[in-house]
Structures are given as structure tokens and as C-alpha cells.
T-cell receptor, first 112, second 113 residues
Framework: DAGITQSPRHKVTETGTPVTLRCHQT?????MYWYRQDPGHGLRLIHY???????DKGEVSDGYSVSRSKTEDFLLTLESATSSQTSVYFC???????????FGEGSRLTVL | EDQVTQSPEALRLQEGESSSLNCSYT??????LFWYRQDPGKGPEFLFT???AGEEKEKERLKATLTKKESFLHITAPKPEDSATYLC??????????????FGTGTRLQVTL
């Protein structure tokens, strides 16, 4: 158990509405990540953080923003949700080893 | 651009029937190759990290091996509880300490009695 909690676990929203997903960790890890998982695409990196207020883009960052105001919380925001953002979103932390990531249980988002 | 291709997409085995899953990759420099297991509705669960060609790791009925172009996940005498999707990922040496992993689409394994 990597001590990661994602919320909400399920959300249905309408096109054009803002959505924020939260990732909370309890073990003071420096690196945190947001991935999305879609059939046929595998897991794709959206954004990651390497410390409080330090974030960078991944390969599919358009339409998403992130914030990390404290070590334990990493927020993913969809400013104006679109149907193409319907997906399962996973938060991850980097372990204390040499590169492996540990994932949360996921947040399933449906944009109608 | 890093690429990871897993095959087969799906595999159905009978209990006790050993087999292998393949992960072929293209990276400018391999920092690490990772195997994960994912059950339906759950997050990926870390299994192994491999760093250099010739390396092997084992855990119960699973053994992961690595060459310069691909990795295999060997499943010996599988049981129904081994049914899951197995994901492979690579970390490029150019990513520095950021651990930005590139994932394959996975192999969906079903083990029947």
C-alpha cells in the first residue's frame, strides 16, 4: 500500500464544466504523477510534480492543469471538460527505489 | 520517441500451462524496464524492475528477463488468480530523475481451470 488516495473515485459531468481530481499521499514522496488510461492507448502521462509548486508537462497535457501547494496533495484540473477527457485517471508516486511508480486506485471520469 | 509494444494482446491459458508475454521497446537509452499487474477496476501493481540486458527477476510463478530490445514475462504453471492485465513500461535515461514512464497497452491474461 503506497498510501495514495484519489477522490472522487467516480464522477459524471457535462461538457464545459470544470472538474478537479485530488490525489493525496501520506508518505512525503517528492514526485507525484497524473496518468490517464484509455483502451488502445495504455497509460499516458499528463503532468507530474517534483516538489511543492514544481510541476511539468507530460505527453498529453493539453486541456489539463495541475497544482501542488503542499507535499501531500496533487490536484488535476480540467478547466472545461470535453468528451475526449472521459477516461480513468491514475495518480502515482515515485518510490524510494530507482524509478518505479506506485499507483492509486483510479478516478473514473465520464464527460457527457 | 520511446515506444513499447506488448504481445499478444490477450492470452488464454489453462491452469498449469506455462507461457511467456513479450514486451519490445525502443528507447534512446534504457534507464529501467518495469512490469506491472493490473486487475479490473484497480490501479497497476508494481512487480519488477530490470536495468540491464541479461538481468532476471522472479516472484512466485513469474520471471522477468531482459535483452537489449525486449523483455519477457514468463509464467510457470499459472493459476486462475494470475488472471490480470500485465503492463510493461520503460524509463528513458534522458528523463533524468523524473521517472516518466512510457507504457505499453498490456497483455490481458486469463487462466482457466
Amino acid at each position: 500500500d503506497a498510501g495514495i488516495t484519489q477522490s472522487p473515485r467516480h464522477k459524471v459531468t457535462e461538457t464545459g464544466t470544470p472538474v478537479t481530481l485530488r490525489c493525496h499521499q501520506t508518505e512525503n514522496h517528492r514526485y507525484m504523477y497524473w496518468y490517464r488510461q484509455d483502451p488502445g492507448h495504455g497509460l499516458r502521462l499528463i503532468h507530474y510534480s517534483y516538489g511543492v509548486k514544481d510541476t511539468d508537462k507530460g505527453e498529453v497535457s493539453d486541456g489539463y492543469s495541475v497544482s501542488r501547494s503542499k507535499t501531500e496533495d496533487f490536484l488535476l484540473t480540467l478547466e472545461s471538460a470535453t468528451s475526449s477527457q472521459t477516461s480513468v485517471y491514475f495518480c502515482a508516486i515515485r518510490g524510494s527505489g530507482t524509478g518505479e511508480l506506485f499507483f492509486g486506485e483510479g478516478s473514473r471520469l465520464t464527460v457527457l | 520517441e520511446d515506444q513499447v509494444t506488448q504481445s499478444p494482446e490477450a492470452l488464454r491459458l489453462q491452469e498449469g500451462e506455462s507461457s511467456s508475454l513479450n514486451c519490445s521497446y525502443t528507447v534512446s537509452g534504457l534507464r529501467g524496464l518495469f512490469w506491472y499487474r493490473q486487475d479490473p477496476g484497480k490501479g497497476p501493481e508494481f512487480l519488477f524492475t530490470l536495468y540491464s540486458a541479461g538481468e532476471e527477476k522472479e516472484k512466485e510463478r513469474l520471471k522477468a528477463t531482459l535483452t537489449k530490445k525486449e523483455s519477457f514475462l514468463h509464467i510457470t504453471a499459472p493459476k486462475p488468480e494470475d488472471s490480470a492485465t500485465y503492463l510493461c513500461a520503460v524509463q528513458d535515461s534522458l528523463s533524468g530523475t523524473a521517472s516518466k514512464l512510457t507504457f505499453g497497452t498490456g497483455t490481458r491474461l486469463q487462466v482457466t481451470l
